[in-house]
């Protein structure tokens, strides 16, 4: 992922709609991607993963989107919760390296 | 299955002192990592290991050092604590393919620091 400096992104939703988290990751040999979810004073938690010979992948409430063209991951919560607000993170996968290096993060808040 | 666990969960170390973050896994993964995270930041990858014997170096390596000797666990070790080691270290680990890591379970963490 790019670096943004100290300070990850926000983003706001209000409770119900729909929330687009977006990450620019940076190898283009990179053969798979998985979503994160981290709450304050715990650990990453897995949401979702693709690999980079699909486009899209649907789990429950997400889905993740892959454009390798642009370099460009973004996850989709549906009819987001309260339970949704934590720190978002995308890694991927160095191919043929074992290395999963993580993106700079986005923090999503949900409005009551 | 206990997961991934992590000991100690705190630390303090004085600059100079070195110790041992203790990290283990009953999941027979065969692959396990490192991070570290400062406030504010993403996760960086300090060492990562794709099976028993078998370590390599991540993003940030200098300073810390690691072994391999059972699946089981995946000790990391500070030589000479430094204040720029102040931080949140996450254990790691995962089944593996091909050398893919696939679906990584974290530990709770240490929170380490350094005066």
């Known amino acids: 992922g790019e670096s943004v400096g100290l300070h990850l992104p926000t983003l706001s939703v209000q409770e119900g709609d729909n929330s687009i988290i977006n990450c620019a990751y940076s190898?283009?040999?990179?053969?798979?991607f998985i979503w994160y979810k981290q709450e304050s004073g715990k650990g990453p938690q897995f949401i979702i993963d693709?690999?980079?010979?699909?486009d899209k992948r649907q789990g429950q409430r997400v889905t993740v989107l892959l454009n390798k063209t642009v370099k460009h991951l973004s996850l989709q919560i549906a009819a987001t919760q309260p339970g949704d607000s934590a720190v978002y993170f995308c890694?991927?996968?160095?191919?043929?390296?074992?290395?999963?290096?993580f993106g700079q993060g986005t923090t999503l808040q949900v409005k009551p | 299955n206990a997961g991934v666990t992590q000991t100690p969960k705190f630390q303090v170390l004085k600059t100079g002192q070195s110790m041992t973050l203790q990290c283990a896994q009953d999941?027979?993964?065969?692959?396990m990592s490192w991070y570290r995270q400062d406030p504010g930041m993403g996760l960086r990858l300090i060492h990562y290991?794709?099976?028993?014997?078998?370590?390599d170096q991540g993003e940030v390596p200098n300073g810390y050092n690691v072994s391999r000797s059972t699946t089981e666990d995946f000790p990391l070790r500070l030589l000479s604590a430094a204040p720029s080691q102040t931080s949140v270290y996450f254990c790691?680990?995962?089944?593996?393919?091909?050398?893919?890591?696939?679906?990584?379970?974290f530990g709770p963490g240490t929170r380490l620091t350094v005066t």
């Open positions: 693709i690999r980079s010979n699909m």
């Open positions: 290991s794709v099976g028993a014997g078998i370590t």
């Open positions: 790691a680990s995962s089944y593996s393919m091909r050398g893919v890591p696939y679906e990584q379970y």
């Open positions: 190898n283009s040999a990179s053969d798979y």
């Open positions: 999941m027979n993964h065969e692959y």
């Open positions: 890694a991927e996968n160095w191919s043929n390296t074992g290395k999963l290096i």
